[in-house]
């Protein structure tokens, strides 16, 4: 096939150490991790801003969060860009489809996409649905919060089934004289944790890993309010009440792989699998309770790194079974898209194509990556980070505090060695001087980093022709 369909499978919260096929000791992804068999998992995928709406403005642009104008979480402003993916692949003759969350604003914007359905469809088509009750949330529990417990709806009825059988529908009904793209969005395993009893039952009784919690993290227990408010994003938190919580959150990413599991089994029965190029990420991951955080948003592993699974098309020349540790990110999604449809790539694009990386893994790539998050839930926890397959460098653009990890002897991050490795921490601060110099926010002056104000969103009315 000239141009493979293509399959973005899109998750929210899914943290970068919870596949099977990487070790992790409890999360079970046998779905997963079966496709995973075909092509490659790069063990160092990152989001290049941990939440929602700013890293899927750069997932659907190819740019980095300070070109496309959102380096923080804000919902309400306009998506003006003159290039995106579902437009771009449009172009080049694509079928294009998004089942599930956008965070497109308007809500209704298809931005490329022939077809929407959204997370409004799922619950006007719930509310149709018999039952005593089948509001989404009546089981209680906030869209923020680190409770955790069962779904009251049955799993045929929660939203991931709802999404999965309309991209089923979408493949039954496809024009097919035209190769797909189909954007398959979940909203999990963003909180609510409440997946299907069936899935909770088989890890609230197990013994799960505790939280870890860093040198550096006690402030974050002793700083926090108390009581805690039940959308908290740090504290400390009763150890049955983390259980539940962190039983939930796997139950939920086995429910999740089972759906995907569905949907691949049903497209390799219609022999689609073997001609589609597949991809399975996450927006950002999720601290869980690591270093007495909860959310999104930090620069830390649990936040920051998400799963990054790639399986080609058949035919495509390319190792297989394979785990790459070079450090990729979501601004590379498109431009691999655009090069697999042999569409060419906007100049806008900051990306780069993952096509090389998979047929030869020594293959010239970035030295490092870059990631930021503006402030969110405090004035002073913004944060700008730099990573490669060894060390992580943290700067507050607040505080000016500075953080350094050796990924390969701490992969959790428990020792900061800002103090103890004074070298590689002059080495890492020079690079995020050239990195943030000619930034309008005034972070650097080419000589050194300078703490300041960080807006989430960049640019006014009159700003944003510069888009283009």
């Not at 040198?215 to 039940?230: F, G, M, T």
Request: negative net charge.
């Amino acid at each position: 096939m000239a141009q493979p369909h293509i399959l973005l499978i899109l998750t929210d919260h899914w943290r970068g150490d919870c596949l099977g096929r990487l070790g992790h000791p409890v999360a079970e992804t046998p779905h997963i991790d079966s496709l995973s068999r075909q092509g490659t998992t790069f063990t160092r995928g990152y989001t290049p801003c941990p939440s929602c709406v700013p890293a899927r403005r750069s997932l659907m642009t190819g740019m980095t969060p300070y070109a496309q104008g959102m380096v923080g979480y804000q919902d309400g402003k306009p998506w003006n860009y003159p290039h995106t993916l579902a437009g771009e692949l449009q172009r080049a003759g694509y079928q294009t489809a998004n089942i599930g969350k956008t965070h497109f604003h308007p809500p209704r914007l298809h931005l490329g996409f022939e077809q929407l359905t959204t997370p409004a469809d799922y619950e006007e088509w719930l509310g149709h649905q018999p039952g005593i009750e089948t509001e989404k949330l009546a089981h209680g529990v906030p869209p923020n919060s680190w409770i955790g417990r069962p779904n009251h709806l049955p799993e045929h009825q929660l939203e991931e089934s709802f999404f999965v059988g309309r991209a089923l529908d979408f493949l039954r009904k496809r024009d097919p004289t035209r190769p797909f793209f189909l954007c398959l969005s979940f909203n999990g395993p963003h909180p609510p944790w409440c997946p299907p009893q069936v899935y909770y039952d088989q890890y609230i009784g197990r013994d799960l890993p505790d939280p870890v919690i860093g040198d550096w993290a006690q402030r974050h227990a002793d700083e926090a309010e108390y009581p805690l408010d039940v959308n908290a994003w740090r504290g400390r938190l009763a150890p049955h009440i983390v259980h539940r919580a962190r039983a939930a959150y796997y139950a939920y990413l086995t429910f999740l792989d089972a759906q995907i599991g569905r949907l691949s089994e049903n497209m390799h029965r219609q022999g689609l699998l073997d001609d589609t190029l597949l991809l399975f990420t996450s927006d950002h991951g999720e601290m869980l309770g690591d270093h007495h955080l909860w959310r999104k948003t930090y620069a830390y592993e649990a936040s920051a790194r998400v799963p990054f699974v790639i399986k080609p098309p058949a035919g495509f020349a390319g190792a297989r079974n394979v785990e790459s540790d070079r450090v990729v990110g979501w601004e590379d999604i498109m431009p691999t898209f655009l090069a697999a449809a042999k569409a060419p790539i906007p100049k806008t694009v900051a990306g780069h194509s993952l096509l090389p990386l998979l047929t030869d893994g020594d293959a010239e790539w970035r030295p490092y990556y870059h990631g930021e998050h503006s402030p969110c839930y405090h004035p002073e926890n913004a944060n700008q980070f730099l990573t490669d397959q060894r060390w992580k460098y943290i700067w507050n653009p607040i505080t000016g505090e500075e953080q350094l990890f050796d990924l390969e002897a701490d992969p959790c991050e428990c020792r900061d060695l800002a103090a103890r490795e004074k070298d590689e921490l002059a080495r890492w601060r020079k690079r995020m001087v050239a990195e943030l110099a000619d930034r309008e926010e005034g972070l650097s002056d080419g000589q050194a980093l300078k703490p300041g104000p960080v807006p989430a969103w960049r640019f006014g009315p009159a700003d944003e022709l510069h888009l283009g």
